[in-house]
């Protein structure tokens, strides 16, 4: 299994909505990342989470909040978004942090109205 | 700063009209350049990693190369399933950005039949 697994694949929330993004893997990555992505721009690196610490947070807003419960899964909590949040997120897993490869899963394209 | 730029910004071809898309990098201590392969709504494809000038790595039509500077991806007799965005990444090996990606913008190519 070389997937990586996101869902939702899309989502329509509301400023004052709480929702998650859920990403699984199963291939024994120990490092996973978040990354955002606007229409016609390159993934910008948000969080990394390496053996489920969190072990880089680029800047991001509290109200992406990251959690990894185990080694397979990692979700991105969001709270009070901006209209100008809407974007692709991607879920990403390397073999380690550091590590060259990395396997990104489908995204979830998030509208914030 | 690691800095990526790709070039051209998009790129129409014939289908068969062999062409090359361009990355420079600016890089402390350049650990693996990359390439990916983005369709529209989904997460990057990886492509190819290299990691000292002079590699070279091919796969089917595509075939990438590095200098101390820059990085070529050459596509050989393109067919309109070779459309995609792609993207170049470089990671860096010393200093602050340890390990993290930094990606290019992009190459959009489309291939007619």
């Known amino acids: 299994d070389t997937e990586v697994t996101q869902t939702p694949k899309h989502l329509v929330m509301g400023m004052t909505n709480k929702k998650s993004l859920k990403c699984e893997q199963h291939m024994g990555h120990r490092a996973m990342y978040w990354y955002k992505q606007k229409a016609k721009k390159p993934p910008e690196l948000m969080f990394v989470?390496?053996?489920?610490?969190?072990?880089i947070n680029e800047s991001v807003p509290s109200r992406f909040s990251p959690e990894c419960p185990n080694s397979s899964l990692l979700n991105l909590h969001l709270h009070a978004l901006q209209p100008e949040d809407s974007a692709l997120y991607l879920c990403a897993s390397s073999h380690r942090e550091g590590d060259e490869k990395l396997f990104f899963g489908s995204g979830t394209q998030l509208s914030v109205l | 700063e690691d800095q990526v730029t790709q070039s051209p910004e998009a790129l129409r071809l014939q289908e068969g009209e062999s062409s090359s898309l361009n990355c420079s990098y600016t890089v402390s201590g350049l650990r693996g350049l990359f390439w990916y392969r983005q369709d529209p709504g989904k997460g990057p494809e990886f492509l190819f990693t290299?990691?000292?000038a002079g590699e070279e790595k091919e796969k089917e039509r595509l075939k990438a190369t590095l200098t101390k500077k820059e990085s070529f991806l050459h596509i050989t007799a393109p067919k309109p399933e070779d459309s995609a965005t792609y993207l170049c990444a470089v990671q860096a090996g010393g200093g602050t950005s340890y390990g993290k990606l930094t990606f290019g913008q992009g190459t959009i190519l489309t291939v007619h039949p």
């Open positions: 989470y390496s053996y489920e610490k969190l072990s």
């Open positions: 290299l990691y000292s």
